[in-house]
């Protein structure tokens, strides 16, 4: 009976700020946090979860200050909410883990599901209390998709019911199946379509750059994504329409740069040459003509992983006058730092030089034009608070040495600097000054 008087409680509040709502203006923004879609399920006490403890992971992102929450909740199947087209996170998860890396450790493995499972019995799920804690602080927040994810490789279309009965559907010699197909085509619009009549979210993005095979012939069939983004745009302006809205957004993550070959030299810091990173063109992103026909409210280019900068003053050349916000990527980790082991000691000058080059990234994108910053992989709420040395919320976790992300000074930066991204004056003093006492290793 509480869950139920909770749920009607609930759609009556979601009925009022649907009403009360008014457009987001896509140039502004700010940081846009778009939070993988399992990082809190990883991180979770599993099948003990409750949505308190769920919903506490959600509120140390909030108190970080995104301007917009977009929320990873499918890839495009399965997903992390209440669904009857898709299929739940929990159902193949830990069979599929186990089988892509078999010495993963039974309770790791079940981890995730258990902890979904646990959710949706209690009649909620990870998007919908996403959604209430995003609503109490009134922060707006997008269901993002991201649109052929292959993490789990070989396993990755036994995660779903649909990738089950369509394996006949692949974009060759990939994991993931192939929008130029009817059957995948429709299977996602419906996907799309329900989530925005059945959920109070603000509108969808479209992630095109956690992998990069999104459509097969991609410089011939390009223009089955352009209509797959007009028929998404469309929709939510019906749905936007039913709910009494003025405007549900539509935000893209795509490629670098606009056109071209990849050369790694023309982006100080990239990690990963083609096919990993490529254009939008290659990748089949008609982003032209996205903005042409005003499909999109945000664009957010990255580099895939992302180490690096994208050409920002491409795309903001591209949508001027057109009220289109560009919002580039900032990488969640230095390329000196992406290595196991750890290349560099955990010590304040690494830090600050952290620090710093967070700073100078984001300069350099306010300095190409950039409306503000997008984030990516970025797991700030992971780490415990200075003063700190458990993060208050799922299970315990050690710490490993060295200058690495998973490390307790690596996270410590990412909480700090990341208020501070949709200032660029806070930024320029935060690059003059030495390193913040609350920063500073603690002695032995």
């Given at each position: 009976?509480?869950?139920?008087?909770?749920?009607?409680?609930?759609?009556?509040?979601?009925?009022?700020?649907?009403?009360?709502?008014t457009?987001?203006?896509?140039?502004?923004?700010?940081?846009?946090?778009?939070?993988?879609?399992?990082?809190?399920?990883?991180?979770?006490?599993?099948?003990?979860?409750?949505?308190?403890?769920?919903?506490?992971?959600?509120?140390?992102?909030?108190?970080?200050?995104?301007?917009?929450?977009?929320?990873?909740?499918?890839?495009?199947?399965?997903?992390?909410?209440?669904?009857?087209?898709?299929?739940?996170?929990?159902?193949?998860?830990?069979?599929?883990?186990?089988?892509?890396?078999?010495?993963?450790?039974?309770?790791?493995?079940?981890?995730?599901?258990?902890?979904?499972?646990?959710?949706?019995?209690?009649?909620?799920?990870?998007?919908?209390?996403?959604?209430q804690?995003?609503?109490?602080?009134?922060?707006?927040?997008?269901?993002?998709?991201?649109?052929?994810?292959?993490?789990?490789?070989?396993g990755?279309?036994?995660?779903?019911?649909?990738?089950?009965?369509h394996?006949?559907?692949?974009?060759p010699?990939?994991?993931?199946?192939?929008?130029?197909?009817?059957?995948?085509?429709?299977h996602?619009?419906?996907?799309?379509?329900?989530?925005?009549?059945?959920?109070?979210?603000?509108?969808?993005?479209?992630?095109?750059?956690?992998?990069?095979?999104?459509?097969?012939?991609?410089?011939?069939?390009?223009?089955?994504?352009?209509?797959?983004?007009?028929?998404?745009?469309?929709?939510?302006?019906?749905?936007?329409?039913?709910?009494?809205?003025?405007?549900?957004?539509?935000?893209?993550?795509?490629g670098?740069?606009?056109?071209?070959?990849?050369?790694?030299?023309?982006?100080?810091?990239?990690?990963?040459?083609?096919?990993?990173?490529?254009?939008?063109?290659?990748?089949?992103?008609?982003?032209?003509?996205?903005?042409?026909?005003?499909l999109v409210?945000?664009?957010?280019?990255?580099?895939?992983?992302?180490?690096?900068?994208?050409?920002?003053?491409?795309?903001?050349?591209?949508?001027?006058?057109?009220?289109?916000?560009?919002?580039?990527?900032?990488?969640?980790?230095?390329?000196w730092?992406?290595?196991?082991?750890?290349?560099?000691?955990?010590?304040?000058?690494?830090?600050?030089?952290?620090?710093?080059?967070?700073?100078?990234?984001?300069?350099?994108?306010?300095?190409?034009?950039?409306?503000?910053?997008?984030?990516?992989?970025?797991?700030?709420?992971?780490?415990?608070?200075?003063?700190?040395?458990?993060?208050?919320?799922?299970?315990?976790?050690?710490?490993?040495?060295?200058?690495?992300?998973?490390?307790?000074?690596?996270?410590?930066?990412?909480?700090?600097?990341?208020?501070?991204?949709?200032?660029?004056?806070?930024?320029?003093?935060?690059?003059?000054?030495?390193?913040?006492?609350?920063?500073?290793?603690?002695?032995?």
């Open positions: 009976m509480r869950l139920f008087i909770i749920g009607v409680v609930w759609a009556a509040c979601a009925g009022v700020l649907a009403e009360n709502s457009a987001l203006d896509g140039k502004k923004l700010g940081v846009i946090f778009n939070n993988d879609i399992n990082n809190i399920l990883c991180m979770s006490s599993g099948k003990n979860i409750t949505p308190e403890e769920y919903r506490y992971a959600v509120m140390r992102i909030l108190d970080l200050a995104p301007t917009l929450f977009a929320q990873n909740v499918g890839m495009p199947d399965p997903v992390i909410y209440r669904s009857q087209i898709a299929t739940t996170w929990d159902k193949y998860h830990a069979e599929v883990t186990k089988a892509v890396w078999p010495e993963t450790k039974e309770e790791d493995a079940q981890r995730q599901a258990a902890a979904m499972r646990h959710l949706l019995e209690l009649g909620t799920d990870p998007l919908t209390i996403t959604l804690a995003c609503r109490e602080r009134g922060v707006p927040i997008v269901a993002s998709y991201r649109m052929n994810g292959e993490d789990f490789y070989a990755e279309l036994d995660l779903y019911d649909f990738g089950r009965q394996k006949d559907l692949c974009i010699g990939c994991n993931c199946l192939d929008p130029a197909k009817p059957e995948v085509y429709k996602r619009m419906e996907i799309f379509r329900e989530v925005a009549e059945k959920y109070d979210i603000d509108g969808i993005e479209f992630d095109f750059r956690r992998w990069y095979h999104m459509i097969s012939d991609p410089l011939k069939n390009y223009p089955i994504l352009t209509q797959m983004v007009a028929d998404t745009r469309k929709m939510l302006d019906e749905t936007a329409k039913r709910k009494g809205r003025s405007r549900m957004i539509l935000g893209v993550r795509v670098p740069m606009l056109e071209g070959p990849f050369r790694k030299e023309d982006f100080p810091g990239s990690y990963y040459p083609e096919p990993t990173n490529m254009s939008c063109k290659n990748l089949g992103l008609d982003v032209n003509a996205w903005v042409e026909q005003k409210d945000y664009i957010c280019p990255a580099l895939f992983s992302p180490m690096g900068l994208p050409k920002t003053k491409e795309f903001v050349e591209l949508t001027k006058g057109a009220g289109i916000g560009i919002y580039p990527t900032l990488s969640y980790t230095p390329a730092a992406h290595f196991d082991p750890p290349n560099e000691p955990d010590t304040n000058e690494i830090r600050l030089r952290h620090v710093r080059d967070i700073c100078q990234e984001a300069l350099q994108c306010y300095d190409d034009g950039a409306d503000g910053i997008s984030l990516f992989n970025w797991f700030p709420h992971s780490f415990p608070m200075p003063g700190k040395d458990y993060q208050d919320w799922g299970r315990k976790h050690e710490w490993p040495q060295g200058y690495r992300p998973d490390a307790l000074g690596f996270g410590r930066v990412t909480q700090y600097m990341m208020p501070k991204l949709a200032h660029p004056n806070a930024l320029k003093e935060c690059l003059t000054q030495d390193l913040p006492s609350s920063l500073q290793v603690s002695p032995p």
